[in-house]
């Protein structure tokens, strides 16, 4: 057996807002939603599940919906920004354009240690970033995604 760990396999915040969150992952990130279940410590509250076309491990990002919870403050030793991959520097050319037309609040592409990335926030201002790696193409595009396949990456 092979008991080697190679990444995170998911991972898990909240929203307040399902429905606006269910539009910010598939239509303006264009991931897809892989499954909708329930939490299983409060059955009252969704699970969203997004990730690439097969879910495949370390695409997934999913999300409790715990309507009308304070928004988050960030405070020390908590992970307080989330990466999702693209494939190269070009495709972040592309994600300033989208998040112009989309108005989505970004960053312009800057480095952090080896990688070209844009820092950006979801619509209840959690700290993601798309990230250029042009080492790895290990997810597999959505293909009713609203983003060019060229363009993805979870």
Do not use: C
């Not at 269910?22 to 279940?37: C, D, E, N, P, S």
């Not at 999913?62 to 990466?83: C, E, K």
């Not at 990335?117 to 979801?122: G, N, S, V, W, Y």
């Amino acid at each position: 057996m092979n008991t080697e760990l190679i990444g995170i396999h998911h991972v898990t915040a909240v929203t307040a807002l399902a429905p606006q969150n269910l539009r910010f992952y598939t239509g303006t990130l264009g991931m897809r939603l892989v499954k909708k279940t329930v939490n299983q410590d409060d059955v009252r509250a969704y699970h969203l599940f997004y990730a690439d076309a097969d879910g495949s491990p370390g695409t997934d990002l999913t999300f409790f919906d715990f309507s009308g919870i304070l928004r988050q403050r960030h405070g020390n030793n908590s992970i307080t920004r989330t990466g999702l991959r693209v494939k190269n520097i070009n495709a972040l050319r592309w994600w300033l354009t989208r998040f112009d037309q989309l108005q989505v609040r970004h960053s312009d592409i800057i480095r952090r240690d080896r990688y070209g990335l844009i820092d950006f926030e979801d619509h209840e201002g959690q700290p993601l970033s798309l990230v250029a790696d042009d080492s790895s193409d290990t997810f597999q595009t959505w293909a009713n995604s609203p983003v060019p396949h060229r363009r993805t990456g979870s």
